[in-house]
């Protein structure tokens, strides 16, 4: 097969053997890259970087928080702290580097320094990467580690190491070395795969960007974070935000009148709602307790559309969109129907008659209308 120009080679295709098909040649580089890079969840200002962070898998009872990597105090509060199991993802530039997850499969304890018995700091709970292939110095791999911060009469947390996320901050007051519950602030943020939804934790802030249309995230600990939220390429929005506006409903008080004939009317008290939309369909649901006040009369219900679409009751009827009742004794009925309707705004209106006889009475209430018209 020809091409034009001259071809240009990937950094890598996973996996990959050699051209005798018998000998690997993927690097460490390419399976971060191209595997894990293709799975993992993005960073803003991409491609080719990602979201650094915990992935959250576990909730512990009686929480709203994940709990994968939480730091907490010891049993008997000590100058350790213990480290629950996890996985993290933890990138990293460079030719060489790509996200790494680094896991811990069980709750592992690590100790800090005493505490300093001049000024209170605050230390840091971190997972540090080390690859000498990116010119780290130090044990290779990934590992746990507490750094201390610079005691000072109003201290601030020192700086992240290279190669680290955060997991929590701790308090170390003067001269105090057990470290307690009350010292220790969780300081996670969450990453997850890309498409899913990234569950967040206590260090995500909610003015933090996203990094791809359609991103999805969800705060279960509090309504700080709205719940629900999607990344529209410049803000975060409310899940719910686009469609529940468009759900208009109203109800209304009993009420009757005598009918018109076989002719559908608008009685008083007779219910109806106005939706402005754009697009082409409606879905309309409406209900209404019918009675006839005569034996053997046929009391219906149906909607008419008025506005930027004209729609008479008596033509849903005709398409069977209509509520009915022939009993003396009242009988709630409801219909949803999908309806053709031109963009604008529109007003759906129930009306009524009493299509077996033009004189006699009857009765309706408990009436709704609820339209969902994007």
């Known amino acids: 097969m020809a091409w034009s120009g001259t071809p240009v080679a990937a950094a890598g295709a996973v996996p ?33 970087v990602w979201r650094s962070g915990v992935l959250p ?10 709990g994968d990597l939480w730091v907490g105090q010891t049993t008997t509060a000590s100058r350790s702290v213990l480290v629950a199991p996890g996985n993290c993802v933890i990138p990293r530039s460079g030719a060489a580097g790509g996200p790494y997850i680094a896991t811990f499969p069980a709750t592992s304890t690590v100790v800090a320094d005493p505490a300093s018995s001049t000024n209170p700091r605050i230390d840091l709970v971190c997972v540090q990467l080390v690859d000498a292939a990116l010119g ?38 003067i001269s105090t070395d057990p470290v307690v519950a009350a010292n220790i602030t969780d300081v996670r943020k969450a990453t997850g795969t890309y498409g899913g939804v ?24 509090t309504s700080t974070k709205a719940g629900w939220r999607y990344w529209d390429g410049a803000a975060w929005r409310a899940l719910f935000a686009g469609i529940l506006p468009l759900i208009k409903s109203a109800n ?12 559908y009317g608008v009685p008083a008290n007779s219910c109806s709602v ?65 309806m053709a309707i ?33």
């Open 198 to 221: 990234r569950c967040l934790l206590p260090g995500d802030q909610v003015t933090d960007a996203g990094s791809y249309i359609g991103e999805l995230t969800y705060d279960a600990a």
């Open 57 to 66: 898998t576990s909730l512990p009872a009686g929480s709203t928080v994940n």
């Open 342 to 374: 031109n963009p604008g705004t529109n007003t759906y209106t129930l009306e009524y008659r009493n299509s077996s006889s033009a004189s006699n009475t009857f009765g309706f209430g408990n009436q709704s209308v609820t339209v969902l018209a994007p």
């Open 252 to 263: 209304n008080v009993n009420g009757s009148t005598n009918s018109t004939g076989n002719s």
């Open 274 to 338: 106005t939706v402005t939309s754009t697009s082409g369909l409606a879905l309309v649901i409406f209900s209404a307790t019918l009675h006839a006040n005569t034996a053997g009369d046929n009391v219906r219900g149906a909607i008419a559309v008025t506005g930027a679409t004209s729609v008479a009751a008596l033509t849903t009827e005709g398409n069977q969109a209509f509520i009915q009742n022939s009993s003396v004794n009242a009988v709630m009925a409801t219909f949803a129907t999908v």
């Open 16 to 48: 990959m053997m050699d051209a005798t098909g018998t000998t690997p040649v993927n690097t460490a580089a390419n399976y971060r890259q191209g595997l894990l890079g293709a799975f993992l969840a993005p960073a803003p200002g991409g491609p080719m």
């Open 136 to 173: 780290d110095s130090g044990t290779q791999g990934a590992a746990l580690i507490i750094v201390n911060g610079t005691p000072a009469s109003s201290p601030s947390p020192p700086a992240t190491p290279t190669g680290a996320i955060v997991l929590a901050q701790l308090l170390r007051p």
